[in-house]
């Protein structure tokens, strides 16, 4: 990474297209459908099944796919952030915080605002619901909250530090990993054919 790139990002201040509400409608809709419907099963769950198990697993999975789209396609769509790790050459875990540095005509304001919405209002859901498990000493569903403000949260977290983080182009950063890599490869390859086996 080179630090003549690192830029000190003002939240909020991407370059709207204020000619279109919904540019991404579809990444839109599954952004809200996956969180709100795990909102809902937590809710409501008790209404269709007496079985912890049944309900934890349908929660869980609605959880997961909400933070997998969240992080790999809705943030990337519809504010131009994308938050990702990987393992350097010496086995560190590096975590990256991107944001697209030409966003003018891919951002719209409506979009946006329901991306950074969506992520906090549901994120104090969440709490609230911890909290509401905590005091009513359902330690099963607390199970549940906990797993849900972890996951929205590391989501809002991870989209936090684009926009105050480090400016990077996904493509250069994503060219410069392979490329690493891609030496790496070769450098390893060339240095094992030339040793010679070990005698025991």
Same mark, same amino acid.
């Given at each position: ?10 939240? /909020? ?9 919904? +540019?991404?409608?579809? @990444? $839109?809709?599954?952004?809200? !459908?996956?969180?709100? /419907? !795990?909102?809902? @099963?937590?809710?409501?769950? =008790?209404?269709? *099944? ?5 309900? &934890? ?10 933070? %997998? ?9 519809? $504010? ?14 590096? %975590?990256?915080?991107?944001?697209? #540095?030409?966003?003018? /005509?891919?951002?719209?304001? !409506? ?14 859901? %969440? ?5 509401? @498990? ?13 797993? =849900?403000?972890?996951?929205?949260? *590391? ?7 684009? +926009? ?9 950063? !994503? +060219?410069? &990993?392979?490329?690493?890599? @891609?030496? +790496? *490869? ?6 094992? #054919? /030339? ?6």
């Amino acid at each position: 990474m080179n630090n003549d790139e690192d830029t000190v990002l003002d939240f /909020g201040e991407e370059e709207f297209d204020r000619n279109r509400t919904f +540019k991404h409608p579809v @990444a $839109v809709g599954f952004h809200l !459908a996956f969180r709100i /419907g !795990a909102l809902l @099963a937590y809710l409501f769950c =008790g209404w269709f *099944s007496d079985s912890f198990i049944t309900n &934890f697993v349908v929660i869980v999975i609605l959880l997961s796919m909400d933070f %997998w789209t969240v992080k790999n396609i809705s943030g990337r769509l519809l $504010v131009g952030l994308r938050w990702w790790n990987y393992v350097d050459e010496e086995g560190n875990s590096k %975590w990256m915080f991107e944001s697209r #540095k030409n966003r003018k /005509g891919t951002v719209t304001a !409506a979009e946006s605002r329901i991306f950074w919405l969506s992520l906090v209002v549901c994120q104090l859901l %969440w709490i609230v619901l911890m909290l509401g @498990a905590i005091f009513t000493l359902k330690f099963k569903w607390l199970m549940v909250s906990v797993i =849900g403000v972890i996951m929205n949260g *590391s989501n809002l977290l991870g989209y936090i530090r684009c +926009k105050w983080g480090t400016k990077q182009n996904m493509t250069s950063l !994503a +060219k410069s &990993f392979l490329t690493r890599q @891609a030496l +790496k *490869s070769m450098f390893t390859l060339g240095k094992s #054919k /030339g040793s010679e086996p070990q005698q025991t």
